[in-house]
Each structure stands twice: as C-alpha cells, then as structure tokens.
C-alpha cells in the first residue's frame, strides 16, 4: 500500500496546485477523479471555484456519518518544489506535508474500503484552503453537506489528534489627527505618532512568546497612512493586527484591546473566525484514539493547533471535527517533507478507525 | 500706480496657474511678455515647466547686484477664486497675497525703472515654488547670482524674513523575518522592531506643544511592503521630516543615529540649509531705510519655520530675504491683499533701488 501512496503522492506534487492556479487545481481534481471512478460523486462550484463530495452510497449524498476532508491546493513554491524526491525516509516537495500525502492516504483508503463500510462515509475534495476555504468547504456545508464526525488531514499534527484551533479577529485600528505644514508641528496631532503608542501598549499587553504558548498572539501586520508627502503632519493612519485567540478569550481579547484605545482611534473589524474546540470525550475522537494504540502501542497525543484551518467551518455549524495528518515538517518553505513511515502508520490508523465503527 | 498694479495683478489672478501647469505657466508668462517688451528676457526650463529671468543688461549676464523673485504659480483654488474682486480696499483671489499681486508691483517697477539703473537688476520668475522649487533653483544651478534677492513671499506683511529652519528628511528601515502570524515566535515583526527604534527618538524629540526655535522631528509616514495580514511583516520604512536649529546643522543627523539601535539602517535627504543673514547687511539696511522714508515705520526681521526659494540662495552663497505687502489667507479660501501696502511696496522697493544707484558711486561701503 505504502508504495502506491508515494506514488500518488508524487503524481500530486508534480501538479503546481497553487490555490491561484485554477488550471492545475483543476487538473489536480482530474487525477483524483480518476482514482476514484465508480463511486458516485457530488460537484460544487463557487465563483469558479470546483470542489467535490464523493460518497460511498450507490446514489449522491450529502450527509455523511465519517467525513475525510482533504485539501489538494498548496502555497505558491519555486520550481524545483514541484519535483519530487525521495531522501532519508522523507519525501520532499511541494504540499508534501501540506498536505498531499495525507489526501493521497485518504483517496487510496476510500478506494479499497469504501464498499466494505455498512455506514455513510465522504471524502471532500477542496482546492482553496491556503486561501480560506469560503468557496470549497463553507460552500459545501452552505449547500447541505454535513457529517457526524469530520477527520482533516491537515499538516501540523504529526499523528497527534488536534481537537483545539486558535480563532482569528484582523481588525483595523484608524487613528484621527489634525494635518498641518511639517515645520509647525504644533499646529497639527499627529495621527501616526498616536497609533504609534497606542501599539505599543498593545505589544506591552501581548508581547510575543519566545516559544510555543497556549495563549493569544497579536500580530501587527501593516501600519500606513494616507499621507504622501513628508512635508506634512498625516491626519490619518492604520494599522491591521492579525489576532490569534483561545478559545476561553472569545470575548475578552477585542475588550482589552478596546480598552487600551484613546478617544481618537476606532476599531473595525474585518475578519473573525471562531476558535474550535471538540471534545476529548467525543466518541469518534475516542475511536480514533483506540485505533492509533492498536496500530502504534502507544497512546496518541490531544493536541493543540496555532493556526486555523478549514475545519473552522464544521466548527461554526457544530460540527465536531479534528485534524489528523501524518508526520512532516516545512509546511509553506523550501524543505517540506513527509516522512514515509509515517504514512504507513497514518494509512494503517485510519483504516482501523473506519472499520472499528459500525 | 495703484491702478495699474490692481489691473496687471487681477489679470495674473485670473489664470488658475497651478504649480507644474505648463500651458498654464506660459500663458501667465505671456501676459508678462507684453509688459515688458523693451527688456531681455532668459528661457529655463526644469521638469518641462518654465521659468523666466528678465534683465537690464544689453549684455547677457548671470551676475546681478540686485534679482526681484516672485512666483507665479499657486496652490489649487475654487472657481471663483480665480475671479478677483476688491472689497474694502483689498484684492482678494487665489495668489493675491501668495505672490501675484507683489510679482505685478515687481513687473512694474522693473518696467518703469530697470533701464534707468546702472547696475545689473534681474526678475526671476519661477512657477513652481509652490511644489518643487526647482524653477529658481534651474536658474542658480545655471549660474545666476545676485549680491541680494528679494523674495515677494507672503506671510512678511512689511518685515523682513531673515531665517529659516533647515530641512532634511531621513528614512530609517528596520528588517524582521517572515513567518505565519500564528507563529509568532518563528519570526521577528519588522513593525514592532521600529517601534522600538523610535521610542528614544520620540522621547529626546517630542512633539511641541507651542512654537519652538529647536529642531523638531515629526513622522510623516510609516509603511511595510507586506500585504499579506496573516504575515509577519519583515521590512518596515519610516519617514521622518527634521526642522533643524542652525546650531543642529551638521550634527542632527549623527545625533538621530546615535538615538537609534545599530541593526537598524538610516538613510537621509538633504532638503534645505538652515539660512540666515545678518540682520545688519547693507541691503537690509537699505531697505529699512526706504521703509521708513516712505511708510514712516520701522522694518522688523523675522524668522520663519518653513523654508522658500529664498534658502535656494543660501545654498549656493547668496544672500535673500522674503519681504511682501500686508494680506492674510495664503493657501486659505479667503485670500487677500492689502490695495494700499502693494502702492506702498512699490514705492518702497523704487526707493531701495533708486539709493543703490546713488550708492553705486561708492560701491564700496555696500561690500
């Protein structure tokens, strides 16, 4: 089996699937539906954007009791990324880890075990993740679909069972002041010095951990203005902070950040995602957790994800749902890899999983 | 007199000459051209716009004892704006006080008495002041030089501006590295790197509250090439624009270095000396006597924070001072000038001129 993966894993990574690249994506869903031909299959479009629900039901539909949600688009890379090379065990290449070798698992397990399984089983097939998937997954669940259990194989977790994302606010801060002639300051107030400190009264309250931290993070990603001339005191300015949450800071982390506001600067929203949370005591979760001891003599780790990832949209709809993916590293760099091995264990897993449920 | 300055200054008023309007810029310079037919005239030409310097001499010449500068480009006004009209013994229209209405007297005076002297007087006529500056300073790269300039700037109301703050603009840029924003602990923001650059910097050089002589830095701009918000920006750009005190002139930039952490870069502009001249140089001197002996009232000198052609001057060892007639509302929706103080500069500015050539006997004692 484990040769059959790498070979359809390498099939994938020579496709540059860059979520911009709307003909490899397409292209990258033609080989997967050629892998998958006989089973029956839903198609979604979403301003141009294809996804697919296969199913192991004789007729299309979309509630499933088990659901693999699998992402087939990568980050933008060189060229030489979408060569790949087998090397120490690993197997470097673009989506290597991210997470095309977990989809190829996913493709080939369906395929040998599908018709075995008494019960709903789905594999989403989506190529605009690294892009926030409004148009893949949300589309999908905004047309019907729905699971009992959902399994991504999102890159990250390393064989661990990550059950908690991070949420996301972007906001915008927009800071007001008087313009005036740069050789008389004091005529003006000058809007960028304001957010100036206020920011730094953010970085005080939030300042970034050295190491991984359980704990909201604030990335100030971009500070303008719309001043063009440097002989003039601006009168506006912003900033964009990306801000990673917990889910127990839900409704505190927009409340302190409000608080360290003077009266001439606003904040906008722009962006929210929820923070995820499924419990440890979920059946399935549980189920998985048997499956993973079966296979490896040992007892996986629950694990936390820094990040958000598709799942989120299973999240807003109640819809428990986990990351589960095999072991790699460099996701989104020039060294991304798979290890091998581990998807020996990964396909071995999750097929213990799916056939341990009845 | 009154008259034909009030008529020459609204037909310059009338054409909405916005600085680097060059069909605009030539129409003003033909209305000028029909003023002064008798005298020769030199072309500049800088970014495609042009400029003029009329002179006295039959001669060509680039040495002047005394160059009259007025500019005849404006910062953008309404319609009407451009419609001049009197009320209450004033002009008002865009450019009456910044400085068309001095560049007519100027136009006049020149007309009327140029030929009559002796020694080498230009008008300099520029149309970008407003913007750029480089319509006087295309002229002083070609070699123009003077003993004295008269700027016909606005905001002197009948005093001499004899200072004004340098400038220089300095660009200071701090590196991070890249990561996802979730991960914050894989990279560096560039973003909060200058912040903390330029906490110090803040502290020694606040914003004033009140007017003030000393240097003064304000942050103009502030800007990353990252565009991607769940990105740790890795570059971050800052803009600063220094008003440096002459005693700062050649230490401010070593002083902002010094105030900054060493892995971040600096970069600056020079934009402006500081300038200065004597308040007791002959000309000046000069002219305060012609103030007196035609408005009995004594000529101040003055310091201005914002720099104008005049530091042009500075730059390649000339002496210029801004001196105007009495109005308000420059760059406002209100401008105006006062009808009376532009008969007053014109007399004034004949009675300067006209004790240079009684002087020029005894040209030494100017020098």
Avoid at chain 1, 147 to 164: D, K, M, T, W, Y
Avoid at chain 1, 191 to 218: C, D, F, R
Avoid at chain 2, 72 to 96: C, H, N, S, W
Avoid at chain 2, 120 to 139: K, N, S, V
Wanted: charged share 20%; aromatic share 8%.
């Amino acid at each position: 089996m484990n040769h059959k993966i790498i070979e359809l894993t390498k099939k994938f990574i020579a496709i540059p699937s860059d979520s911009n690249n709307r003909s490899a994506c397409l292209h990258i869903l033609e080989e997967a539906k050629k892998e998958l031909e006989g089973f029956s299959f839903t198609s979604f479009v979403k301003d141009d954007i294809p996804s697919l629900l296969y199913t192991n039901t004789s007729n299309p539909t979309k509630s499933c009791k088990i659901l693999f949600n699998v992402h087939l688009d990568v980050v933008p890379g060189s060229k030489k990324q979408f060569i790949p090379l087998e090397k120490d065990g690993k197997l470097y290449g673009s989506g290597a880890y991210d997470m095309k070798a977990a989809g190829a698992t996913m493709i080939l397990l369906f395929k040998e075990i599908a018709h075995k399984i008494p019960y709903t089983l789905g594999l989403q097939l989506v190529t605009d993740e690294e892009v926030i998937g409004y148009k893949g997954v949300n589309h999908q669940i905004s047309e019907g679909v729905s699971a009992e259990f959902v399994i991504s194989g999102e890159c990250g977790s390393n064989l661990r069972i990550v059950n908690q994302l991070r949420g996301l606010y972007v906001v915008k801060l927009l800071a007001s002041g008087v313009a005036a002639h740069a050789a008389y300051p004091w005529l003006g107030s000058n809007a960028l010095l304001k957010l100036h400190k206020t920011i730094g009264e953010i970085m005080n309250q939030y300042p970034v951990p050295q190491a991984p931290s359980w704990q909201p993070t604030i990335n100030i990603a971009k500070i303008e203005t719309s001043n063009i001339t440097h002989n003039k005191v601006p009168h506006d300015a912003s900033a964009y902070l990306d801000i990673r949450y917990i889910q127990e800071d839900t409704d505190i982390v927009l409340k302190k950040i409000q608080s360290l506001l003077p009266d001439e600067i606003t904040m906008e929203i722009i962006k929210t995602m929820p923070a995820h949370h499924t419990k440890k005591t979920n059946p399935f979760l549980q189920r998985l957790v048997h499956a993973s001891r079966e296979i490896t003599h040992k007892d996986p780790q629950i694990a936390q994800s820094y990040a958000g990832s598709d799942i989120i949209f299973f999240s807003m709809k109640n819809i428990d749902s986990i990351e589960f993916g095999p072991v790699g590293d460099g996701q989104h760099s020039d060294e991304e890899w798979v290890d091998i091995q581990s998807l020996e264990d990964y396909y071995r897993i999750l097929k213990h999983f799916l056939l341990s449920i009845k | 007199m009154k008259n034909q300055i009030v008529s020459l200054a609204k037909e310059l008023i009338s054409i909405p000459s916005v600085s680097n309007d060059i069909p605009k810029a030539v129409e003003i310079f033909e209305v000028i051209k029909k003023q002064l037919p008798e005298y020769p005239y030199t072309s500049f030409v800088s970014r495609g716009l042009p400029s003029i310097l009329y002179s006295n001499q039959t001669k060509k010449t680039k040495n002047f004892k005394i160059i009259f500068n007025a500019h005849m480009d404006v910062v953008p006004g309404t319609k009407e704006q451009y419609q001049p009209y009197i009320k209450d013994g004033r002009l008002y229209g865009r450019g009456a006080l910044d400085t068309k209405a001095a560049g007519a007297v100027m136009i006049l005076l020149f007309k009327e008495i140029a030929h009559k002297l002796s020694y080498p007087l230009a008008l300099q006529l520029p149309a970008d002041e407003e913007t750029h500056g480089t319509g006087t300073g295309c002229q002083l790269e070609q070699g123009i030089r003077t003993e004295f300039a008269i700027m016909a700037e606005c905001n002197s109301n009948f005093q001499v501006t004899n200072q004004s703050k340098g400038r220089k603009v300095v660009i200071i840029k701090t590196k991070g590295n890249v990561a996802h924003a979730a991960y914050p602990w894989h990279g560096q923001n560039a973003i909060e790197k200058m912040y903390r650059a330029l906490q110090p910097l803040m502290e020694v050089y606040p914003i004033p509250t009140v007017e003030t002589y000393e240097t003064t830095v304000s942050i103009t701009k502030i800007e990353t090439e990252n565009n991607a918000l769940n990105r740790i920006p890795y570059d971050c750009t800052a803009y600063l624009d220094i008003r440096f005190a002459q005693k700062d002139e050649d230490i401010i930039v070593e002083k902002i270095r010094s105030l900054l952490p060493d892995d971040v870069s600096l970069e600056s502009e020079h934009k402006h000396y500081y300038h200065h001249i004597d308040a007791n140089n002959n000309y000046i001197s000069l002219l305060r006597r012609a103030t007196t002996s035609i408005i009995g009232k004594e000529l101040p000198v003055r310091f201005t924070h914002a720099t104008s052609d005049a530091t042009l001057y500075s730059q390649v060892g000339c002496k210029a001072i801004e001196f105007g007639p009495i109005g308000e509302g420059a760059h406002n929706t209100n401008e105006w000038v006062d009808i009376q103080s532009l008969e007053d500069y014109y007399y004034i500015l004949k009675n300067f001129l006209l004790q240079i050539e009684a002087n020029a006997v005894t040209s030494a004692y100017l020098v």
